[in-house]
């Protein structure tokens, strides 16, 4: 394997992590690669929001969860709103594991690669995060958890326009107890050759 190969088979999915934060200068590097990736029509629509502050990404990690779970399971969950009291005493875990470092990207609502554009963002952040040991994963949205309440006002403070959206994540930090072993994955079926 080439190193670029190498590098690919070693991310894996980070679920637990410690909490050192990463230095800056790999925080930097990891991020601009981030803007390197491919994005459709190169539009360059994705805003990336890098939360290194422990509090709003717990926050945002359980919110995520549990507007996951009403997503899921919606006779299960009432209300879909939650309060700040709710919102605490949930017996969920955050879907951000703990990660020290959570990497929010919002795009443009009505455009129609806006999740393209941001899960091969995300992949590309975590394989630039992998080249300097830094362990990653993807984060999905299944539905829009920041269309709470509670929520609105963080985008308010970030900043991030009316008409954009959260469209994946990807979490940043060092491994609890290592990498997960590399592995290519072998559930695929045989691509098939034409020549
Ligand atoms: C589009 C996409 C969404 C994903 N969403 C989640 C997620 O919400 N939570 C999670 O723990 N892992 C998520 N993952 C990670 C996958 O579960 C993981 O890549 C898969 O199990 C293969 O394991 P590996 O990444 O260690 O090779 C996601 C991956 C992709 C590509």
């Given at each position: 394997m080439n190193e670029v190969i190498q590098?690919?088979?070693?991310?894996?999915?980070v679920r637990k992590y410690t909490d050192?934060?990463?230095?800056?200068?790999?925080?930097?590097?990891?991020?601009?690669?981030?803007?390197m990736s491919p994005n459709a029509g190169n539009k360059q629509l994705l805003r990336m929001v890098v939360c290194e502050n422990k509090e709003i990404n717990d926050r945002l990690g359980r919110l995520r969860?549990?507007?996951?779970?009403?997503?899921?399971?919606?006779e299960e969950n009432e209300p879909?709103?939650?309060?700040?009291?709710?919102?605490?005493?949930?017996?969920v875990e955050s879907s951000f594991y703990g990660a020290p470092c959570v990497v929010y990207l919002f795009s443009k609502k009505d455009f129609e690669f806006a999740d393209g554009d941001a899960y091969i963002m995300a992949n590309d952040l975590c394989l630039a995060a992998r080249s300097f040991d830094v362990g990653s994963c993807v984060?999905?949205?299944?539905?829009?958890?920041?269309?709470?309440?509670?929520?609105?006002?963080?985008?308010?403070?970030?900043?991030i326009p009316e008409d954009y959206s959260i469209r994946a994540h990807a979490i940043l930090g060092?491994?609890?107890?290592?990498?997960?072993?590399?592995?290519?994955?072998?559930?695929?079926?045989?691509?098939?050759?034409?020549?």
């Open positions: 590098n690919m088979a070693d991310r894996r999915s050192r934060q990463l230095p800056e200068d790999i925080l930097k590097q990891i991020i601009e690669a981030g803007y969860k549990l507007v996951t779970k009403k997503f899921w399971w919606p879909f709103e939650f309060s700040d009291e709710e919102l605490d005493s949930a017996d984060i999905s949205i299944p539905t829009d958890y920041f269309l709470v309440d509670s929520a609105k006002e963080i985008l308010a403070a970030w900043g060092y491994p609890e107890g290592g990498f997960p072993e590399a592995k290519v994955h072998d559930l695929y079926a045989e691509p098939l050759y034409i020549k």
